[in-house]
């Protein structure tokens, strides 16, 4: 942590060497994320309830899904750009050093420009909290508060899927974004107003429900099972296989570079 800490201090500094470009690239992305907001805000001013959602639970779901996205995206959009990495032959620097790879990579990039995004999901699950009619409890407090960091590991797990890929391809699959930035988008709203294919799939295979879907069912009231809310602990066993495929290659890996 402390030799992180040092590259997070020389990332930042290096931004804020041109604190004008910093400020309006912050606030730039406020702004575009800020369209989200006024979409599901214009969207309810119309039809009021969606599938039985209410404005208040869809901004608590969508704050929730676009703040583990931002966080990840932030932190770890390192692995996002790994076919530069492989192309322009610094993957090859990087097994020469004594550090783990994946947290080398994780230090090659630190997207600070994320912070705009980070605050307006913020305050679209702050609105969301407060909209919602939830009765809070210690207990929902927990579960809510545990869909964030369980979310951002799962993000960052799809991006090191990429990244994996990326050895065995050695161009960045566009298939990969309806991931990683697509689940931003319809991540905003309840997998089960898309239809129940959809919930199976974000539940057995990319397990964005465990944590956004089940636990909002616990938040508002629609079951009683606690366990539903404290199922997004088991969204970060996702980073399992990706890393076993990162792993593998790894091994396979041949330099690219020139």
Same mark, same amino acid.
């Given at each position: 942590?402390k030799?992180?800490?040092?590259f997070?201090?020389?990332?930042?500094? +290096?931004?804020?060497?041109?604190?004008?470009?910093?400020?309006?690239?912050?606030?730039?992305?406020?702004?575009t +994320?800020?369209?989200?907001?006024?979409t599901i805000?214009?969207?309810f001013?119309?039809?009021?309830?969606?599938?039985?959602?209410?404005?208040?639970?869809?901004?608590?779901?969508?704050?929730v899904?676009?703040?583990s996205?931002a966080?990840?995206?932030?932190?770890?959009?390192? !692995?996002? +750009?790994?076919?530069?990495? /492989?192309?322009?032959?610094? !993957?090859?620097? #990087?097994?020469?050093?004594?550090?783990s790879?994946? !947290?080398?990579?994780?230090?090659?990039?630190?997207?600070?420009?994320?912070?705009?995004?980070?605050?307006?999901?913020?305050?679209m #699950?702050?609105?969301?909290?407060?909209?919602?009619?939830?009765?809070?409890?210690?207990?929902?407090?927990?579960?809510?508060?545990?869909?964030?960091?369980?979310?951002?590991l799962?993000?960052?797990?799809?991006?090191?899927?990429?990244?994996?890929?990326?050895?065995?391809?050695?161009?960045? /699959?566009?298939?990969?974004?309806i991931?990683?930035?697509?689940?931003?988008?319809?991540?905003?709203y309840?997998?089960?107003?898309?239809?129940?294919?959809?919930?199976?799939?974000?539940?057995?295979?990319?397990?964005?429900?465990?944590?956004?879907y089940y636990?909002?069912?616990?938040?508002?009231?629609?079951?009683?099972?606690?366990?539903?809310?404290l199922?997004?602990?088991?969204?970060?066993v996702?980073f399992?296989?990706t890393?076993?495929?990162?792993?593998l290659?790894?091994?396979?890996y041949?330099?690219?570079? +020139?």
């Open positions: 942590m030799l992180y800490f040092k997070f201090l020389m990332h930042l500094k +290096s931004r804020m060497a041109y604190k004008r470009s910093f400020f309006f690239s912050v606030l730039g992305r406020f702004l +994320s800020f369209t989200t907001f006024l805000v214009f969207l001013d119309r039809f009021h309830v969606v599938k039985g959602y209410t404005l208040g639970e869809i901004l608590l779901t969508s704050g899904t676009l703040l996205f966080l990840a995206e932030m932190f770890f959009r390192g !692995f996002d +750009s790994m076919q530069v990495i /492989i192309k322009d032959a610094q !993957f090859d620097r #990087l097994l020469l050093r004594p550090r790879l994946v !947290f080398q990579v994780m230090c090659q990039m630190i997207e600070f420009g994320r912070i705009g995004i980070v605050v307006q999901s913020a305050i #699950l702050i609105i969301g909290i407060c909209a919602s009619g939830i009765e809070w409890t210690a207990a929902k407090a927990l579960v809510l508060f545990l869909m964030i960091p369980t979310g951002t799962l993000f960052s797990s799809l991006f090191l899927l990429h990244a994996a890929i990326c050895f065995f391809t050695l161009e960045g /699959i566009e298939f990969v974004n991931l990683t930035y697509g689940a931003r988008e319809y991540g905003s309840p997998f089960d107003v898309y239809g129940g294919a959809l919930l199976k799939i974000c539940t057995y295979i990319i397990p964005y429900a465990l944590v956004q636990p909002l069912q616990y938040l508002i009231g629609r079951t009683d099972s606690v366990w539903y809310g199922i997004s602990l088991l969204a970060p996702f399992v296989p890393y076993a495929l990162w792993r290659g790894v091994k396979k041949k330099s690219a570079g +020139s």
